[in-house]
T-cell receptor, first 115, second 118 residues
């Protein structure tokens, strides 16, 4: 069974500062990794995903994430945040088999961008 | 394209009442999902339908039933609502295949239903 840890429940950061949202996972098999974003009062939408290949994945809105197999991490980064990035961010992991119960979301990190 | 739509947006129930949450997608996706979102717990899978004609339990199925009415529609029913079912419910869909959902799929989410059970 897979699991996801997002150690930071809340991250406040000033506008134009860099940010890193941390995600660690546990799995006994190879994984696919995702970051989803939820803006206030909306559903989730995909930011980026890692399936294979290059460990540095670029997503929408200037976000990127790096897959580190040895550290079982998939941290999300943005070099300069905007007020509009205020949202909740969810890391998720799935396995190579058909969906089953293998798709697991982390508890989320609430990013607050301050003026 | 409307994507994934959910009705209603808000609902208040009394303990013991029943209701059905509706979900529809217009992306011709094979796979559909129901999640609940509770503070500090992320999203937890209630039921999913890997392809038309199949449904399976997720992590937290107790107290819920589902129906995959056709390829577009996937409903979630609470037969006897309890305060523990107060939550925000999200429906999602993914392309999948006729044989089932894929771990590589991107999921597309509806706007959610905020349910309060008194």
């Amino acid at each position: 069974a897979q699991s996801v840890t997002q150690l930071d429940s809340q991250v406040p950061v000033f506008e134009e500062a860099p940010v890193e949202l941390r995600c660690n996972y546990s799995s006994s098999v190879s994984v696919y990794l995702f970051w989803y974003v939820q803006y206030p009062n909306q559903g989730l939408q995909l930011l980026l995903k890692y399936l294979s290949g290059s460990t540095l994945v670029k997503g929408i809105n200037g976000f990127e994430a790096e897959f580190n197999k040895s550290q079982t991490s998939f941290h999300l980064r943005k070099p300069s945040v905007h007020i509009s990035d205020t949202a909740e961010y969810f890391c998720a992991v799935s396995g190579p088999d058909n969906y089953g119960q293998n798709f697991v979301f982390g508890p989320g990190t609430r990013l607050s961008v301050l003026p | 394209n409307a994507g994934v739509t959910q009705t209603p947006k808000f609902q208040v129930l009394k303990t013991g009442q029943s209701m059905t949450l509706q979900c529809a997608q217009d992306m011709n996706h094979n796979s559909m999902y129901w999640y609940r979102q509770d503070p500090g717990m992320g999203l937890r899978l209630i039921y999913y339908s890997a392809s038309e004609g199949t449904t399976d339990k997720g992590e937290v199925p107790n107290g819920y039933n589902v129906s995959r009415l056709n390829k577009r529609e996937f409903s979630l029913r609470l037969e006897s609502a309890a305060p523990s079912q107060t939550s925000v419910y999200f429906c999602a869909s993914s392309a999948g295949t006729s044989g089932g959902a894929l771990g590589t799929d991107t999921q597309y989410f509806g706007p959610g239903t905020r349910l309060t059970v008194l």
